[in-house]
């Protein structure tokens, strides 16, 4: 099948060909995002390859269906960018990567509260300046400390396996409650009792219309002074302002993101040379007890051959039976 792949790197290229070899799809690379500016672009594709920043609303599915398209491949988990009762309208099927690597993004997770903790990124700097004072950098033992998880899918058990290993008690949120996670002793509560119990609390639900925002100046209130905040799941489940306020006052001690609300026109890009525009996400880097990654969490060797081998079968099926077990519908 001929397919546009939008937000299209070099390592796309990579992995993508390498998996094609056993596939044979036309595989056309657009770096640019897919958006109503650039739907143009996909005109005389039956397929589009999709990432997390690009904006598939009713007006782009509208211009690809007039343009032939009848497929939206994501080679991501989430689908919240994409309005699928648009494209259930347009006769446009959709499928996704619904799992590449649970454990890429909880040790990301993982690697993000240790590093916050014993201020890695603050002694590297010193170190390569030869400032070996450790003034500043005092931690906490990870041990003993109780572990919130905001959504126990296949990362936050992940993740769950990885701190109860450091001797955490674990407390969830999630609406339907994980027998793996049970089975490691998490216990489930309701989100409130997250939020007042938790030393460290990590978010890896979908955002929703019922998430968006979750994590706002009420919920930010109800945590303890000091609390530990990390977020590899979607960038707006955090009201970033709220957050800014939380970081001012004290009550948030540490925050570490892989995802941001407004990221779109930043991460993926070098930026190096400008000035960033973005005034909130700006203010965020004037603080010493954050870490922001640009959405690098899924970024492994292993995720990347997953992603590019689940995204062109995914293809493949639809193309081939009119099927996939890994289609996105719309609920009612």
């Known amino acids: 099948m001929k397919v546009a792949v939008f937000s299209a790197k070099s390592y796309d290229h990579v992995f993508l060909a390498a998996a094609n070899t056993q596939y044979r799809h036309e595989l056309v690379f657009f770096e640019t995002h897919l958006s109503r500016a650039t739907a143009a672009l996909a005109r005389g594709f039956p397929a589009v390859c999709a990432f997390v920043n690009d904006h598939l609303d009713a007006a782009v599915l509208e211009a690809l269906a007039e343009g032939g398209t009848r497929l939206v491949a994501l080679r991501c988990a989430g689908f919240n960018n994409v309005d699928l009762k648009a494209a259930q309208a347009r006769r446009i099927t959709v499928v996704r990567v619904p799992a590449y690597s649970p454990y890429a993004v909880a040790e990301h997770t993982v690697a993000l509260l240790l590093a916050l903790n014993r201020k890695v990124h603050r002694a590297y700097n010193r170190v390569r300046e030869g400032n070996f004072a450790l003034d500043g950098l005092l931690g906490f033992d990870v041990h003993g400390l109780t572990v919130g998880i905001v959504g126990t899918g296949r990362i936050g058990v992940e993740v769950a396996r990885i701190m109860n290993g450091f001797g955490c008690p674990l407390l969830a949120f999630d609406p339907k409650p994980n027998p ?153």
């Open 180 to 332: 793996a996670g049970e089975a490691l002793g998490i216990r489930y509560v309701d989100l409130d009792r997250v939020f007042r119990e938790a030393d460290i609390i990590t978010l890896h639900c979908p955002l929703t219309s019922r998430t968006r925002h979750m994590i706002d100046a009420a919920a930010i209130e109800k945590m303890k002074p000091g609390v530990m905040l990390i977020n590899t799941g979607r960038g707006a489940l955090i009201d970033t302002v709220a957050v800014i306020a939380g970081l001012k006052s004290g009550k948030i001690g540490y925050l570490g993101l892989d995802v941001y609300e407004e990221e779109d026109d930043l991460f993926y890009e070098d930026l190096s040379n400008t000035v960033l525009k973005d005034d909130v996400f700006a203010r965020l880097l004037t603080f010493p007890n954050v870490i922001i990654t640009g959405h690098q969490a899924f970024f492994t060797r292993n995720a990347l051959e997953n992603i590019a081998q689940t995204t062109l079968a995914n293809i493949a099926d639809i193309e081939h039976t009119g099927r996939c077990a890994n289609q996105v519908v719309a609920k009612d």
